[in-house]
Nanobody, 118 residues
């Protein structure tokens, strides 16, 4: 599975951005997709994920501000980020998990930088 992420950029605090992640495989073959983020010196952290059935999960720090959604026809997952804060500044990575005969395989897209200025 190849993942192509886009949509990062520079935005002022309080602003919005939408990230997109297009998968090369059909959503039907993917168990879940997610957005992670990472800042220098810190571990990559889960921001939000969406399971095949549609259930979503969010990190406490983004609940009420970020929304993850999918377009099955386009095999694309979106992360709508509103009310952005400087602490949201990070490289955001798209992730897909595929369950196979030997377990779960993780696929990663290239990171996209989100910078929130105060």
């Amino acid at each position: 599975v190849q993942l192509q992420a886009s949509g990062g950029g520079l935005v002022q605090a309080g602003g919005s951005l939408r990230l997109s992640c297009a998968a090369s495989a059909s959503w039907l073959s993917i168990n879940s997709m997610a957005w992670y983020r990472q800042t220098p010196g810190k571990q990559r952290e889960l921001v939000a994920n969406i399971i095949r059935g549609g259930r979503t999960n969010y990190a406490d720090s983004v609940k009420g501000r970020f929304t993850i959604s999918r377009d099955g026809a386009k095999n694309t997952v979106y992360l709508q980020m509103n009310s952005l804060k400087p602490e949201d500044t990070a490289v955001y990575y798209c992730n897909a998990k595929q369950l196979g005969a030997y377990g779960v395989t993780d696929y990663w897209g290239q990171g996209t930088l989100v910078t929130v200025s105060s």
